[in-house]
């Protein structure tokens, strides 16, 4: 069995700050982690993902995500945001071709 | 690459009545493509596995009679809400898995198709 897990539900940054949301997962097999970034009635857009190798992984619009195997965790980060960061983040957790499990979200909200 | 289409963007029907949604991949070829709904404020949840040329997999609690799943070819699966009602307005979302992919689950994610029943 796997699952994820977001602390945080919301989290309100100003502008310029750096931001870091939060995923836990847990697998019974090798895992294959994901962060998505979804806009209103959008669907969901990958920014990075981690597969294998170096546990520092780079996306798209400047975010990037480290892998800690030891924590169990695969937190996300940017170091300065912009409004147009304000949208939904999810982390999902797959192992293999096992079905993909998504975490329950956390919107950040960037404050101008 | 690897863009995936959903028609409708959005739909609204009369209770009792069904609706069609249709997931395409436009420049891959899917072997799988998945099925998920999203209520408002909640994350994704898994209704079904969409294999081409196969039965789709259903996950527990979701009603195969109720969601019809087709996968005739490897770039189109469609959805069919039957005799839908307004517990089942949400927004409805599909994704691709490339077939031959690396092994892994990767997988695009179409737009998402809101559905209100009245």
């Known amino acids: 069995a796997q699952s994820v897990t977001q602390l945080d539900s919301q989290v309100p940054v100003f502008e310029e700050a750096p931001v870091e949301l939060r995923c836990n997962y847990s697998?019974?097999?090798?895992?294959?982690l994901f962060w998505y970034v979804q806009y209103p009635n959008q669907g969901l857009q990958l920014l990075l993902k981690?597969?294998?190798?170096?546990?520092l992984v780079k996306g798209i619009n400047g975010f990037e995500a480290e892998f800690n195997k030891s924590q169990t965790s695969f937190h996300l980060r940017k170091p300065s945001v912009h409004i147009s960061d304000t949208a939904e983040y999810f982390c999902?957790?797959?192992?293999?071709?096992?079905?993909?499990?998504f975490g329950t979200g956390t919107k950040l909200q960037v404050i101008p | 690459g690897a863009v995936v289409s959903q028609h409708p963007s959005w739909v609204i029907c009369k209770s009792g009545t069904s609706v069609k949604i249709e997931c395409r991949s436009l420049?891959?070829?899917?072997?799988?493509m998945f099925w998920y709904r999203q209520f408002p404020k909640q994350s994704l949840m898994l209704m079904a596995t969409?294999?081409?040329?196969?039965?789709?997999?259903?996950e527990q609690g979701v009603e195969k009679d109720k969601f019809l799943i087709n996968h005739a070819s490897l770039t189109l699966s469609t959805l069919t809400v039957t005799s839908a009602h307004p517990e089942d307005s949400s927004f409805y979302i599909c994704?691709?898995?490339?077939?031959?992919?690396?092994?892994?689950?990767?997988?695009?994610f179409g737009p998402g198709t809101r559905l209100t029943v009245l």
């Open positions: 994704s691709a898995r490339i077939a031959g992919g690396p092994g892994y689950n990767e997988q695009f």
């Open positions: 697998s019974s097999v090798s895992v294959y």
């Open positions: 981690y597969l294998s190798g170096s546990t």
């Open positions: 999902a957790v797959s192992g293999g071709y096992q079905k993909v499990t």
């Open positions: 420049d891959f070829q899917a072997t799988t």
């Open positions: 969409s294999n081409e040329g196969s039965k789709a997999t259903y």
